[in-house]
Nanobody
Framework: VQLQASGGGLVQPGGSLRLSCTAS????????IGWFRQTPGKDHEYVAA???????YYGDFAKGRFTISRDNGKNTVYLQMNSLVPEDTAVYYC???????????????????WGQGTLVTVSS
């Protein structure tokens, strides 16, 4: 399966962005999708994930501000990001896997497929 992340851009502090992760070439419904982010000089950070059954999970910093959702008819997972702060500036990657247990959703190594990343810049 191929994943395409999009929707990044420049936004002011306090603003919102919606990222999309669109899949092709596979059975989208059978994949859990996760979002990770990376800033220069730092390791990848888990943002959120949504399982095949639609149940979503979040990293601590994302709870209450970010919402992950999926539209299986469009083969797309969305990451709605609100109340953005400069510390949210990063390249955001989506990833997919079909056999990820709950306790591994936050681990990069659990995912089989990765998108190319989309840059989010939060700045005034």
């Amino acid at each position: 399966v191929q994943l395409q992340a999009s929707g990044g851009g420049l936004v002011q502090p306090g603003g919102s962005l919606r990222l999309s992760c669109t899949a092709s070439g596979g059975a989208f419904r059978s994949y859990a999708i996760g979002w990770f982010r990376q800033t220069p000089g730092k390791d990848h950070e888990y943002v959120a994930a949504i399982r095949q059954n639609g149940i979503s999970y979040y990293g601590d910093f994302a709870k209450g501000r970010f919402t992950i959702s999926r539209d299986n008819g469009k083969n797309t997972v969305y990451l709605q990001m609100n109340s953005l702060v400069p510390e949210d500036t990063a390249v955001y990657y989506c990833a997919g896997g079909s056999r990820i247990i709950l306790s591994s959703l936050s681990r990069m190594s659990a995912y089989d497929y990765w998108g190319q990343g989309t840059l989010v810049t939060v700045s005034s």
